[in-house]
C-alpha cells in the first residue's frame, strides 16, 4: 500500500480561487465546498477525464488519471485565509494538478507530512 501523506495548503482569496479551464473549475461558495470539491477529483476519474477529453484526449502522462477512493479533504477559514488540509496517497504532482483544475495557482503548500 502506498504511504498516506498528510498536505497543508492556504488559499489566501477563496473567492478568487478558480482554474483557468471554466467547465472544471471551482465554483463554490465557501470552504465546505471547496474540500468536498477536491475530495471528489482525488477520489473519483470524472475531473481528470474532463480535463483529457478537453485536451482532445491526448495527455503526455496518463499516471496523472491516478485516484485514491480514500482521499480526505478539510477546510475552514483561518484569519481571512482558508486552511486545506488533503490526505491522500497520490503524490503531490497529481494533488498539484488537481488542485491546478480547480483553483488554478491559488494556494500556497504549508506542510507535507506521513500519516
Known amino acids: 500500500m502506498n504511504q498516506r501523506h498528510c498536505y497543508e495548503f492556504s488559499i489566501a482569496d477563496l473567492a478568487s480561487a478558480r482554474g483557468d479551464i471554466a467547465e472544471l473549475s471551482f465554483d463554490g461558495a465557501g470552504p465546505n465546498h471547496l474540500a468536498a470539491a477536491i475530495q471528489e477529483a482525488l477520489r473519483y476519474p470524472g475531473c481528470y477525464q474532463r480535463w483529457r477529453q478537453l485536451q482532445g484526449g491526448e495527455t503526455d502522462d496518463d499516471s496523472l488519471g491516478q485516484t485514491d477512493d480514500q482521499a480526505l479533504a478539510r477546510a475552514r477559514v483561518e ?26 495557482e491559488h494556494w500556497q503548500l504549508r506542510d507535507v507530512r506521513a500519516v
Open 79 to 104: 484569519d481571512l485565509r482558508v486552511d486545506l488540509e488533503v490526505i491522500t496517497s497520490l503524490p503531490m504532482r497529481i494533488v498539484r494538478h488537481r488542485l491546478g483544475l480547480l483553483i488554478g
